[in-house]
């Protein structure tokens, strides 16, 4: 980092200085012009930053003395007072807007939902976030494979996704083996013909009866023994590619997803089928947000610049990556969009590719990627705001080789805030970069993650704070039970961790979340998402119970990959969940005052269940810790325990640690304890990591760096601001580069 130029009184890593080179010919200002920007943006935003950071600690710490006064349960009206008087909650003491009948006034069709005349004004908003209900991908924005993959998986194979992984039965005769399996792909057959007869039945009969398809007369005829057949729902049709008597692809549309059916007998699978059918693609994930925040290891100007130059290049559309399949090597790039003809022959395309938003990081952590006339680190999240807007300029005047946004905006993700004026200085940072870049006023759209407890209970307050732009919130378990633990840290022991999504508090935050949402007007303007599946390897487990996500009303959740995508995508099949969102608007909303009820154990744990808890929290902080900062991974698939491979990262890190340090302040562990459970637990990870040539073993000596930050965010856990990791990892992380930096020879 020695490398810097001085520009406008700053200095600038030199990573991110030709960064900013390569990428301001898109806005038309001279590097002057922006720099100089650059340091009166900060001038006046970064004290205000700082200023929410201390009014955060200071509620913190009158929350704490509060608790330290009267440990132990609290009764919520007594709660409330208090919280209002230090200003931590400013919405009404009822909580969410009350419930409305959609029978009445006040209420208006919006492309198939029926949504509340809400507050909300988000203008310019793309279909795929204000209308498609559908599967969200989340991926770290540093691995250009990982970027490249998720920005394609708008559309993926039905057949892969049952065929290769736990959804059909792995035993027996259906097992995977090294070579095809007939019977197998029967049975991953005869299961996408169930999901056809779902999504676009027939009007008598099965897709299993089909032996053939083809368009006549600007309609799909389906031919079978009993003679010709129709679908139920004409407008169901779409369209089609190649010879309509005889297509090589059908066009479908379902619940807003659409769905194409691949024809071909000369497939090695369309031969064995009596329609010729040998795949069906789904449109999968209709939205990913490339991460730069909880799932990235970005400590300095080096790492942040590789984010920003693969967002430059996903914004141009000219992102390529050389991968390696099956004993091949070839070049991935982005996928164009996909033609085909409708029923009277005009030509209509669909989008190929995925919506991409930017999950920029939260207003806690400075970097010295800039620093400023004093020697000052800056926010970083300003610095995300302006880098990654800047590498939008293209795509938002429409000048992209393949476009992200129709409608010229941009969306950034932004977590990690803490009530309605942290959400009004997000606002306030992307109105002055719309300003900077000299994009067009509210171009850059914001997504609330409600996953703070003072968000959490004034989420009406912060949706309003940026009602013209905003256009997700979301509920997530790991993040917002970490901010619950810490947050009520010295009020006592917490339940553990698999009691935790039993608890009264979490049912009434995710209904609360959705019951806003509904009434502030998102429907048919903005997403309502919910958070993780966490195990990509059980897809069966998954496609059991990620169906309540689209139930709860959300038109949108996490999965950690595209196969985990298209399996999620048949939820959204199943579900209507514009008409699930109807119900919900009905019903009596969540209370926020169960929101504020304090999950604490009510009973004494055993020694055993004790053992047990510690082991599993301290073994997958340590699995997940030694690769992010030994190896710069930031999200993988991480073995706990039982050896189940679990997507972890900060957040799973966060809960993690929180809870270790809540139960050492009560007692019901010890500091002992907890370091004999790190050395023992780290042999277990060293022994699960025996296989990357690039792992480093923590034991006999447990003093790596690793080592010790896994211990540090326990044993320090109270003490992090609001229970993150960030500053410890990023510590530990720039001092194990650093070490690894080749000596420089003057």
């Known amino acids: 980092m020695n490398d810097r130029i001085t520009a406008a009184g700053l200095s600038i890593a030199r990573p991110l200085y030709d960064f900013v080179r390569d990428a301001l010919p898109e806005t038309g200002l001279e590097a002057e012009t922006f720099w100089s920007g650059v340091a009166a943006l900060l001038g006046d935003l970064a004290p205000r930053n700082a200023e929410l950071l201390r009014i ?21 009206q007594a709660y409330l007072p208090f919280l209002k008087e230090i ?9 969410a807007p009350a419930a409305r009948d959609v029978t009445t006034a006040g209420y208006v069709t919006t492309a198939g939902y029926v949504t509340t005349a809400g507050y909300v004004t988000t203008e310019g908003v793309d279909d795929e976030i204000r209308l498609q209900a559908g599967p969200q991908l989340v991926v770290p924005l540093l691995n250009r494979r990982f970027a490249a993959n998720a920005v394609n998986a708008r559309w993926g194979s039905l057949y892969d996704a049952f065929y290769g992984t736990d959804v059909i039965d792995r035993t027996g005769d259906l097992a995977v083996g090294t070579g095809y399996n007939p019977a197998r792909g029967a ?5 996408a013909r169930r999901f056809l007869d779902q999504a676009i039945p027939l009007e008598r009969g099965s897709h299993v009866d089909a032996t053939g398809y083809s368009v006549e007369q600007g309609a799909l005829l389906v031919s079978t023994p009993d003679g010709p057949n129709r679908l139920e729902d004409g407008a169901a049709f779409l369209g089609y590619r190649g010879d309509p008597l005889a297509p090589e692809a059908l066009v479908f549309v379902h619940h807003g997803l659409h769905l194409e059916v691949l024809i071909d007998r000369e497939h090695p699978i369309g031969s064995t089928d009596t329609a010729g059918v040998f795949d069906v693609l789904l449109e999968s994930a209709v939205t990913t947000i490339m991460d730069l925040e909880d799932s990235v290891a970005a400590v300095d100007a080096d790492d942040k610049a590789v984010g920003y130059r693969n967002w430059f290049e996903l914004m141009a ?35 190929g590719r995925s919506m991409l938003f930017i999950r920029n990081v939260g207003h806690l952590m400075t970097t010295d990627a800039i620093l400023d006339a004093a020697g000052n680190e800056i926010p970083e999240g300003i610095l995300d705001a302006m880098m990654t807007a800047l590498g939008s300029v293209r795509d938002i005047h429409g000048r992209s080789a393949l476009p992200n946004s129709l409608t010229g905006s941009m969306y950034i993700v932004k977590p990690k805030m803490h009530g309605p004026d942290e959400v009004a200085f997000a606002v306030e940072l992307f109105s002055r970069v719309e300003e900077l870049l000299g994009l067009p006023a509210r171009s850059i759209k914001l997504g609330i993650m409600d996953e703070e407890r003072r968000t959490s209970v004034n989420l009406d307050a912060c949706i309003r704070a940026a009602a013209d732009r905003v256009v997700f919130i979301n509920t997530g378990f790991l993040d917002r039970t970490g901010d619950e633990i810490h947050t009520s840290i010295h009020a006592g022991p917490f339940v553990r961790k698999a009691e935790m999504k039993a608890q009264s508090w979490i049912a009434a935050y995710e209904a609360s979340n959705v019951d806003i949402g509904i009434a502030a007007g998102l429907p048919g303007r903005a997403q309502i998402g919910k958070g993780m599946w966490a195990m990509p390897d059980l897809m069966a487990d998954m496609l059991e119970q990620k169906i309540q996500h689209p139930l709860q009303g959300a038109t949108t959740a996490w999965v950690p990959s595209p196969t985990a995508a298209t399996l999620h995508a048949l939820h959204y099949h199943r579900v209507d969940v514009s008409a699930v969102q109807r119900d919900i608007a009905r019903r009596v909303p969540a209370d926020v005052l169960e929101i504020l009820r304090i999950p604490l154990a009510i009973r004494e744990y055993s020694v055993e269940e004790k053992k047990a808890e510690l082991d599993n929290n301290v073994q997958g902080i340590l699995g997940y810790v030694v690769r992010w900062i030994d190896q710069g991974i930031g999200c993988s698939k991480v073995p706990d325990i039982h050896n189940v491979a679990l997507m972890e990262d900060r957040a799973t890190c966060r809960i993690s640690s929180q809870h270790v340090a809540n139960w050492l302040l009560h007692g019901l562990v010890t500091a002992d304890q907890v370091d004999e459970t790190l050395e023992r637990m780290a042999v277990i990870v060293d022994a699960q990591n025996a ?12 003093d790596g760096l690793a080592f010790q930050a896994a211990r540090a965010l326990i044993l320090e856990g109270t003490t992090q601001p609001s229970g993150y990791t960030e500053p410890i990892l990023h510590r530990a992380r720039r001092a194990v580069k650093q070490q690894d930096s080749p000596i420089e020879v003057h």
Do not use: C, W
């Open 56 to 76: 955060r600690d200071d509620q913190q710490t009158r929350i704490d003395d509060f608790h330290r006064a009267a440990p132990g349960p609290v009764d919520p």
């Open 317 to 351: 559309g000219t992102l390529s990556e050389e991968m390696s399949k099956g004993g091949r090597t070839f070049i991935r790039g982005m996928n164009p969009d996909r033609e085909y003809k409708t029923p009277d022959a005009r030509t209509a395309t669909l989008r």
């Open 691 to 702: 296989g990357d040539p690039l792992y480093r073993p923590m034991a006999p000596n447990f």
């Open 187 to 191: 049975a991953v057959v005869a299961e």
């Open 87 to 95: 200003g931590y909650l400013v919405q009404n003491s009822d909580g």
